[in-house]
């Protein structure tokens, strides 16, 4: 494959990544983790494909073929690798407890993070440190 070939599979990739990015529907650091795995899969994914299984194929066997890129079979195994980073993002973030909800991982349970607690003095403190005056 010549760098034609290489540079049209980067932005394959890089657009199925913004796609799985976008379907991932998290925070913004959620989706940035989306985008780079998307990304990477389907490059990595896409050369195999191109490479491996459809190295064999001249230009008369496989159209379009852009300086030894198979398009359509890497067109066809990012889609299918961008669903499958899509829905394994998915499971993780709903496993994980990072939906998105008001309640998870790391914002503090059920009341995000609001928990007063004592310092074996008895007086109960404000998440800050901030006393309450509560006893």
Do not use: K
């Not at 001249?58 to 159209?63: N, V």
């Not at 004592?118 to 404000?126: F, K």
Request: charged share 15%; net charge neutral.
């Amino acid at each position: 494959m010549g760098f034609l070939g290489l540079a049209v599979l980067g932005a394959i990739s890089l657009g199925f990544g913004v796609l799985a990015g976008l379907a991932v529907g998290q925070r913004w650091a959620f989706r940035l983790w989306a985008i780079v795995t998307a990304t990477v899969a389907c490059f990595v994914v896409g050369l195999f494909t191109s490479e491996g299984l459809f190295g064999w194929a001249t230009e008369e066997d496989l159209q379009p073929n852009i300086d030894g890129l198979s398009r359509d079979e890497v067109l066809l195994s990012s889609l299918l690798t961008t669903v499958v980073v899509v829905l394994v993002m998915r499971y993780l973030a709903h496993h994980s407890g990072g939906h998105g909800g008001g309640h998870g991982a790391g914002r503090g349970g059920r009341h995000g993070g609001a928990r007063s607690s004592t310092d074996g003095s008895g007086e109960v403190r404000h998440p800050h440190g901030q006393p309450t005056g509560q006893a």
